[in-house]
């Protein structure tokens, strides 16, 4: 199993940039797609933006689109949301999560059932 763990959130003014981690610790190979969902008060947990284990295929939301910019570091076992221009709408929890089967597009367009491994989420709240 893989064990992912979020950091990064925190309190950010509107206009403002954050750029969140996940670290993923214990058996780390045969995935295929890890990203970045987020869950507001009162809302569905949705997808972010999600890039492939093995190569350079991305998704964003057309919401954050210009905004945020997905990354990992294999060597790490990391990956990165960096979020700027951060708007009070993206005040939600901030979860990463791995597959092994699901293809970019299949995991963040909508969450599918089934999703391997999540993180515990951390919090992003945006606010003057």
């Known amino acids: 199993q893989v064990q992912l763990v979020e950091s990064g959130g925190g309190l950010v003014q509107p206009g403002g940039s954050l750029r969140l981690s996940c670290e993923a610790s214990?058996?780390?190979?045969?995935?295929?797609?890890i990203g970045w969902f987020r869950q507001a008060p009162g809302k569905e947990r949705e997808g972010v933006s999600c890039?492939?284990?093995?190569?350079?295929?991305?998704y964003y939301a057309d919401s954050v689109k210009g905004r945020f910019t997905i990354s990992r570091d294999n060597a790490k076992n990391t990956m990165y949301l960096q979020m700027n221009g951060l708007k009070p709408e993206d005040t939600a929890v901030y979860y990463c999560a791995a597959d092994s089967l699901f293809t970019v597009q299949a995991m963040c367009g909508k969450i599918p059932p089934g999703v391997d491994a999540w993180g515990q989420g951390t919090l992003v709240t945006v606010s003057s």
């Open positions: 890039i492939s284990s093995r190569d350079d295929a991305t």
């Open positions: 214990g058996f780390t190979l045969d995935y295929s797609t």
